[in-house]
């Protein structure tokens, strides 16, 4: 044992931070380890350095300068699914998503990877997410892709074998894309029906609104049907929460500026969010934008009235008739909702008030499915073990179908359990209530 | 200084390798690091390799290995240990038992589990409890903490008053001695013939080898539970009100106390319940059969009420009880919201020295100007001080390690014992000649030579270093030998 290399940490820092970023929080943390069995990747691995106590260890003494940006370091921070289970369980009160969040950008700024990783980042972070217009025609392509028999082709021939590095793997996972006059945005008013609630203003998203822009109609339609004025506010686009997450600071802190002056003109009393990862990220915006002085306050007050849709719809009971949805199902708490959000009652208070539809609780229905952002197209082999682990826990209840709240969920528990062969179902809270109200869900 | 070479690591890694498999040695120095410690932050140690056996025949390769090298090893569970009682102090090899984590059989009509030692404690009450039954022996941190870790340090927790602990759970262990030998203690049965090994292995705190399988007793879950929380405004009536409980000849099957500043941290974490502004707080539990339990708990009730009590109620739904106990058991890491450390010490006493205790545990600390929480077992007297400090002060260690140390003096003094529960481990080494006199301590030395001939099984812990073991006079802080070597550090 090499001691003369294990040095203490300085005895009186200053505050602790990376890449600019506030990281002060790891002192909340007292080594308790009540965290450990909750984390996925811990109760996977067994290796403390994959657990929270351990990667808060590391974000510390990366700070305190004990620690540097090794290989084994940044590959266990990126391990992290930053699904946030730790702080629900965590009795300090550890702020982990920021820490992890900080220690991301620290790492794509020392350690930013090879070239094709770089410009995959680039052309995901920088020129898609960021610009609504570029996703579209993305879409299209590989709409194209799809619906033309050229990807029955490239996958039959085994031409997909021959793209470099882990294109295959991302391929595979391609979410099937409709077809564009099923990607309209809903209107950009929908009256509020009966007694007026409130006006409401709705995140169209940028995944969600390529791949589930059937959602985003079905919520405007839910939310009308109780009382709301649903406002699509224009020049909109993606929140920002995948760039943060993925440590793509400086374009998150655009992104969410971008976000609040498109929301800001709508003067809506609640800006109500469909995907989990965006809403925990919104209601983060006070935090991210605390040192940009045109914006803090700003920041702030628009933070404060971001709400998920369940949250939102579960203060009072559902308005209006509803009709019988004969189902079995059960839920799936995504992430960014349950530990992000604190957000777990209410969307079982929804699926209650359904008629006909019956709810089974699922084992671990708050543990990560591996989507995670874009986790399994970075981590497949870790995302791969816990979407199985997800997916015989659904098959395990017997449903026939499984209700979430977020995009990644839906498509990384349905690829799991398509692998599987079976038929069930995945789908949105928001298609079962429209379909309560009479609407197509998200099958239109 | 470690007395491998570079080369002889990179040899040792691959051996280590083949037994144990490419994904289950660690060996760079940042991985290590993070072993550095367990729940008390206050030691540090490096050790030179982690393994992840998955077969006790990997342990008993490993065990072997290092015999052959002459390298320490010790076993480590979730880490979640308050004694310092799982560090590599001489560095060598960690044996984590996160991965021998299955539930291998389940006999419910004779109603005995086998599991592996990284089994959450916790995970075993889940996978039984459908079928109605449970494993008892609860400590606080039974959500992270394993099976393996409580045999070590025979651990206890809440319910302990009415259930014991761990080892009058425990029936049988498959250990890979410190040799590497695989042998049974005890069985699936009480065993009545021989000596009771695996009575002597649970609390030998991983010097006596390294358990890879163990028959536990689970039990039948209770036909009625009844939690009452008793709010007092001053901590003597609390102190007074669990006498009273035990003079009306009740036996709860767990009553804890919480103080103030413990309270409000727990407040800050969960909205538990538990009122803020209470000087303290008393969490009795009633289990058993559901006749004669409202008598009971009226005279818990009229116990508190005599003894001061300014509030008293009974929790009304399953979710208010489980929050209560979510607060309890959250506490010592609910401390973070007031601390950025705590030193948490585990003394025992007679019950009825409780009053007099606490109030010496509050002097002691504040007149080392730092600020204590009380959250324990107030039925069984077992107590935890924990000791909030700030790691970034300097001085505030020293003055921490002061202050427990005269806290266990009053604990031995009152005719009390030094740990209850965590192990004594490295922290409480030195406090052993509080309570052991020299032949005592060569008593038990000569057992650990029995099982430990080499030594090499989780050395540095248990016994005192210092060269007068039976110094008792006033301990001041001073370096432990293993810093002194520079093997550990605190901060």
């Known amino acids: 044992m090499d001691t003369t290399t294990h040095a203490a940490p300085p005895a009186a820092a200053g505050p602790l931070s990376l890449h600019g970023l506030s990281v002060e929080g790891v002192n909340q943390c007292v080594h308790c380890g009540l965290c450990l069995a909750y984390c996925p990747t811990f109760s996977e691995l067994g290796t403390e350095m994959d657990s929270p106590r351990g990667r808060i260890f590391m974000i510390k003494s990366l700070a305190e300068g004990r620690m540097s940006l090794s290989d084994s370091t940044v590959r266990h921070l990126s391990l992290c699914l930053d699904c946030r289970a730790c702080e629900t369980v965590c009795p300090a009160g550890v702020p982990y998503g920021r820490l992890i969040e900080a220690a991301k950008a620290e790492i794509e700024r020392d350690r930013p990877g090879a070239l094709g990783r770089r410009l995959f980042r680039w052309l995901n972070f920088g020129l898609l997410l960021g610009h609504p217009?570029?996703?579209?025609?993305?879409?299209?392509?590989?709409?194209?892709?799809?619906?033309?028999?050229?990807?029955?082709?490239?996958r039959k021939s085994g031409l997909v074998r021959l793209l470099p590095?882990?294109?295959?793997?991302?391929?595979?996972?391609?979410?099937?894309?409709p077809a564009k006059a099923e990607r309209t945005a809903p209107p950009r008013v929908t009256p509020a029906e009966g007694p007026r609630r409130a006006r409401v203003a709705l995140l169209t998203g940028c995944v969600q609104s390529v791949i589930f822009a059937a959602h985003n109609r079905a919520t405007a339609r839910v939310l009308a049907k109780n009382g709301c004025e649903v406002i699509v506010p224009d020049g909109q686009g993606c929140c920002g929460a995948l760039n943060a997450h993925g440590g793509d600071h400086e374009r998150a802190l655009a992104m969410a500026r971008k976000t609040i002056d498109a929301f800001e003109s709508a003067r809506a009393d609640a800006v109500v969010v469909n995907t989990s990862g965006c809403g925990a990220h919104m209601k983060a915006y006070g935090h991210l934008l605390a040192a940009d002085r045109g914006y803090a306050e700003r920041a702030k007050r628009f933070a404060a009235s971001v709400r998920d849709l369940a949250e939102f719809l579960a203060q009072e009971p559902l308005r209006g008739s509803l009709s019988s949805v004969p189902l079995t199902c059960t839920y799936h708490d995504p992430c960014h909702v349950a530990h992000g959000q604190k957000i777990k009652s209410e969307p079982r208070t929804l699926l209650a008030q359904i008629p006909g539809l019956r709810?089974?609780?699922?084992?671990?229905s708050d543990w990560c499915c591996g989507s995670a952002g874009i986790y399994n197209l970075t981590e497949p082999e870790m995302a791969t073990r816990l979407l199985h682990r997800k997916v015989s826990?659904?098959?395990?209840?017997?449903?026939?179908?499984v209700v979430t709240a977020n995009p990644g969920c839906i498509l990384q528990i349905q690829a799991g359990l398509g692998a599987h062969g079976s038929a069930v179902r995945v789908l949105h809270l928001v298609e079962i209530l429209d379909r309560a109200y009479g609407g197509p869900g998200g099958a239109q | 200084m470690s007395p491998l070479t570079d080369t002889r690591k990179r040899e040792l890694r691959r051996e280590l390798e083949s037994i144990v498999g490419q994904a289950a040695v660690l060996s760079d120095p940042d991985e290590l690091m993070v072993y550095e410690s367990d729940g008390?932050?206050?030691?540090?140690?490096?050790?030179?390799?982690?393994?992840?056996p998955t077969s006790a025949q990997h342990v008993s390769a490993v065990v072997k290995l290092a015999n052959r090298e002459n390298l320490p090893f010790v076993a480590r569970g979730a880490g979640t240990g308050l004694s310092g009682g799982c560090l590599p102090t001489e560095g060598g090899i960690v044996i984590s038992m996160m991965r021998m984590n299955r539930v291998l059989e389940v006999d419910y009509e004779n109603q005995i589990a086998v599991v592996e030692p990284g089994l959450v404690n916790l995970h075993l009450s889940w996978k039984v409890g459908p079928r109605g039954y449970y494993y008892a022996p609860d400590p606080s941190s039974q959500q992270a903490c394993t099976i393996g870790g409580n045999i070590a340090n025979n651990s206890g927790g809440p319910h302990t008053l009415k259930?014991?602990?761990?080892?009058?759970?425990?029936?049988?262990?498959?250990?890979?001695?410190?040799?590497g030998e695989i042998v049974w203690l005890g069985g699936k049965t009480r065993e009545a013939c021989g000596y009771?090994?695996?009575?002597?292995?649970?609390?030998?705190?991983?010097?006596?080898?390294?358990?890879?399988?163990?028959?536990?007793?689970i039990l039948k879950k209770p036909q009625a539970v009844k939690t009452v929380l008793a709010v007092f405004d001053a901590i003597d009536q609390a102190s007074a009100a669990v006498s009273a409980i035990i003079a009306r000849g009740l036996v709860p099957?767990?009553?804890?106390?919480?103080?103030r500043l413990t309270i409000q941290a727990v407040e800050d974490a969960f909205n538990c319940g538990y009122p803020r502004d209470a000087d303290a707080a008393l969490l009795i539990e009633l289990d058993g059969l559901a006749v004669g339990m409202d008598t009971q708990a009226e005279h818990i009730v009229a116990a508190c009420r005599e003894s001061g009590a300014r509030e008293v109620r009974t929790a009304r739904s399953e979710a208010e009880r489980q929050l209560l106990w979510k607060g309890r058991k959250s506490a010592f890491g609910a401390y973070g919201r007031v601390s950025p450390a705590y030193m948490v010490m585990d003394g025992v006493i007679p019950r009825t020295k409780l009053p007099y205790v606490l109030r010496r545990v509050n002097e002691i600390v504040a007149a080392a100007g730092l600020r204590v929480g009380n959250v324990f077992h107030a039925g069984d007297g077992n107590l935890h001080p924990n000791i909030l400090y700030d790691p970034r002060k300097p001085g505030e260690e020293a003055r921490v390690v002061a202050a427990g140390a005269e806290i266990m003096k009053v604990c031995a003094q009152v005719g009390g014992s030094i740990s209850g529960e965590h192990g004594i481990g490295l922290e409480k080494a030195d406090f052993m000649p509080f309570i052991f006199s020299a032949a005592d301590l060569a008593l038990m030395h000569r057992l650990k030579s029995a099982f430990n001939v080499s030594g090499l099984c989780n050395p540095g812990k248990i016994f005192p270093t210092k060269k007068s073991c039976v110094e008792v006079g006033p301990v001041a802080y001073r370096p432990h030998a293993i810093e002194e070597k520079g093997l550990a550090q605190r901060f």
């Open chain 1, 393 to 401: 826990h659904v098959l395990a209840t017997g449903a026939e179908a």
């Open chain 2, 196 to 217: 009771d090994l695996a009575g002597v292995f649970v609390g030998s705190e991983g010097t006596f080898g390294i358990a890879t399988r163990i028959v536990v007793r």
């Open chain 1, 133 to 154: 217009r570029l996703l579209g025609l993305a879409a299209s392509g590989a709409r194209f892709y799809q619906a033309s028999g050229l990807q029955r082709l490239v």
């Open chain 2, 253 to 259: 099957a767990a009553m804890e106390m919480i103080d």
């Open chain 2, 163 to 179: 259930y014991g602990v761990t080892t009058n759970h425990v029936l049988g262990l498959e250990v890979v001695m410190p040799d």
């Open chain 2, 40 to 52: 008390l932050t206050l030691f540090r140690a490096l050790a030179d390799f982690v393994v992840f």
């Open chain 1, 165 to 177: 590095g882990t294109l295959p793997a991302w391929e595979a996972l391609l979410p099937p894309v």
């Open chain 1, 359 to 364: 709810v089974v609780e699922l084992a671990e």
